[in-house]
C-alpha cells in the first residue's frame, strides 16, 4: 500500500524537498513506513523546476512534477493533499472517480469545502464527525518533529517570545509590540523579547520598527531562523505569545509546547482546543486591550516555572506525542484502508463513529 503526499506547488521545489526534513510531516511519514503502516511513501511537489527524485530512506521518496496529473498513479494509492491549489481539482476529482481514498488537511487554504474528500484531517475542533456532504472529520494532531524540537537545560534569558513565523498583521505580532510598550509603561522595566521571523507588509506590521525605535523597547529581531535554532530560542523563553487573528494550528504553539515553554493565545479558535484547554496554556482577555494583555504576560512570566515547563512537555506528549498518540492513530486509519482499497465512507464513519476524539 502506497501513500502519495501531495505536499505544496512551489517554484523552489529544491529547497521544499530539503525543508520537509525538518517537519513534523516527515517524522510522521517517516514513521509510518518504519512501523509498517504504510509500505511506501512519495512526496510530491509540484513545480517548473525540473529536479531528480531524492531518497530520503528505503520506502520514502520525494518527486517534482510539472502538474499533479504528470503523478504516476497506481491502483490502491492513497492520496494525502496537504493545503491544495484550485488547478489541481480537475485531477484531485477524477482521482475520486477512480475510487482512491482522498484525504486532506487543510492548511488554512479554505480547500476543505471541496465536495469529493473521503477523509478531512481537523485540528480546530478536537472530535470526530460526519459533515452534511458524508466527510469524515477525524480529530488530527498536528505532528512536531521530535528529534528538533525538545526541552533543553539552559538559560531562560527571553522574558517573551512573540511568535515563531513570518511577521504580518494576520500573526499579530505586532500586540506584543504593543504590549510591550504598555508593560514598560505600567511596571516601569523592559520586557525583554525576542520576535523571529521575516517581516510581511501590513497595516500594523509596517509600524513595528518605528515603534521598538521609538520606545526603545528590547526587542531581538534574529530574521526568519531554520527550526534548529528556533528551538533554543523556545527553550531560552519564558513565554511564547501567539495573538494573531487567522492560520490554522499554528506550528509555533505545539513547537513550544514541546519545548516545555508556557504559550499565551490570543485566539483560541485558530488552534488546537487541546492547546488551550488546559490550566497549562492561557488564552488572553481581550489581546487588542494592551494594557490588560501586559499584565496578564507579567503574571504569566512569573508562573513559568521550571515544574510548569516539565509539566507543559509531558502534556504536550500525552496530547500530541507522536509515538503515544498520533501513529496509534495513523495505523487504526491505514489498517481499515488495507481492508477497504476502495473508498466506503459509511464503512469508515462505523469504524470512527462513537470513540473519543483522540485514544489516551
Not at 517524522?27 to 512519495?42: Q, Y
Not at 525540473?50 to 503523478?71: A, F, Q, S
Not at 488547478?87 to 476543505?112: D, Q, V
Request: charged content about 25%; some cysteine.
Amino acid at each position: 500500500m502506497r501513500l502519495l503526499f501531495f505536499y505544496l506547488a512551489h517554484r523552489n521545489a529544491g529547497y521544499y524537498l530539503d525543508f520537509l526534513l525538518t517537519e513534523g510531516y516527515y517524522w510522521l511519514l517517516k514513521r509510518m513506513v518504519e512501523t509498517g503502516i504504510i509500505d511506501e511513501v512519495s512526496v510530491i511537489i509540484e513545480s517548473g523546476q525540473k529536479l531528480d527524485p531524492i531518497e530520503y530512506m528505503d520506502g520514502l521518496t520525494g518527486h517534482v512534477v510539472g502538474g499533479i496529473e504528470n503523478t504516476p498513479v497506481r491502483e490502491g494509492d492513497i492520496i494525502w493533499v496537504r493545503g491544495g491549489w484550485k488547478s489541481w481539482f480537475p485531477h484531485l476529482e477524477k482521482l475520486y472517480n477512480e475510487k482512491h481514498w482522498l484525504l486532506f488537511y487543510a492548511a488554512n487554504t479554505g480547500r476543505e469545502r471541496w465536495p469529493f474528500w473521503d477523509v478531512i484531517f481537523d485540528d480546530l475542533n478536537g472530535k470526530d464527525f460526519l459533515d452534511a456532504a458524508g466527510r469524515v472529520h477525524l480529530d488530527f494532531r498536528k505532528p512536531t518533529n521530535p528529534e528538533i524540537f525538545r526541552p533543553m537545560d539552559m538559560e531562560r534569558k527571553y522574558d517573551l517570545c512573540i511568535g515563531a513565523s513570518h511577521i504580518h498583521d494576520k500573526k499579530g505580532q505586532w500586540r506584543g509590540v504593543q504590549a510591550a510598550i504598555a508593560y514598560q509603561q505600567i511596571f516601569g522595566k523592559k520586557l525583554k523579547c525576542i520576535m523571529p521571523g521575516a517581516f510581511r507588509r501590513g497595516v500594523k506590521t509596517n509600524n513595528i520598527i518605528a515603534d521598538i525605535k521609538q520606545y526603545h523597547l528590547d526587542i531581538e529581531l534574529p530574521g526568519m531562523l531554520p527550526r534548529e535554532e528556533l528551538v533554543r530560542i523556545l527553550n531560552g523563553s519564558k513565554v511564547f505569545a501567539h495573538l494573531g487573528s487567522g492560520g490554522q494550528g499554528d506550528r509555533g504553539v505545539m513547537e513550544a509546547m514541546r519545548c516545555g515553554c508556557p504559550v499565551m493565545i490570543g485566539f483560541p479558535r485558530y488552534h488546537a482546543p487541546f492547546t488551550y484547554e488546559t490550566d497549562l496554556s492561557y488564552v488572553t482577555a481581550d489581546p487588542d486591550h494592551f494594557s490588560t494583555l501586559a499584565y496578564e504576560i507579567n503574571e504569566q512570566i512569573e508562573q513559568s516555572t521550571e515544574e510548569k515547563r516539565r509539566r507543559v512537555f509531558e502534556y504536550h506528549e500525552v496530547q500530541c506525542g507522536l509515538e503515544a498518540v498520533i501513529l496509534p492513530r495513523m495505523k487504526r486509519l491505514f489498517s481499515f484502508f488495507r481492508n477497504y482499497p476502495q473508498t466506503d465512507k459509511k464503512a469508515l464513519w462505523e469504524e470512527f463513529n462513537g470513540e473519543e476524539s483522540c485514544e489516551l
